[in-house]
């Protein structure tokens, strides 16, 4: 079992960056890949990053390529989204989810575990 709960989001003007974490429980933190998704209001929930469990291989969606980071740090079970040049259209809520299979997996039925979100506002 592993608990996930995020927090770093907020309000941000455009241009600028905020960095979102998620600290998990459970000893087998390291053991799972580690995904970020996101959900806007009245849209569907999408995929926007991805690190495998030892943080060697990350993979992002076109949209938030180039503009997000993710990192993990295994020792603290946390993971991060480092988010720079955030754009209106980036304001969601940004989930955190763990899946234990390898690979570049984007669909959110694959991951087994959730976190409850943290709100992202960019205004323009």
């Known amino acids: 079992q592993v608990q996930l709960v995020e927090s770093g989001g907020g309000q941000v003007q455009a241009g600028g960056s905020l960095r979102l974490s998620c600290a998990a429980s459970g000893r087998t933190f390291s053991s799972y890949a580690m995904g970020w998704f996101r959900q806007a209001p009245g849209k569907e929930r999408e995929f926007a990053a991805r690190?495998?469990?030892?943080?060697?291989?990350?993979y992002y969606a076109d949209s938030v390529k180039g503009r997000f980071t993710i990192s993990r740090d295994n020792a603290k079970n946390t993971v991060y989204l480092e988010m720079n040049s955030l754009k209106p259209e980036d304001t969601a809520v940004y989930y955190c989810?763990?899946?234990?299979?390898?690979?570049?997996?984007?669909?959110?039925?694959?991951?087994?575990?959730w976190g409850q979100g943290t709100q992202v506002t960019v205004s323009s």
């Open positions: 989810a763990a899946d234990p299979q390898s690979g570049d997996r984007r669909g959110g039925t694959m991951y087994i575990y």
């Open positions: 690190i495998s469990w030892r943080g060697r291989n990350k």
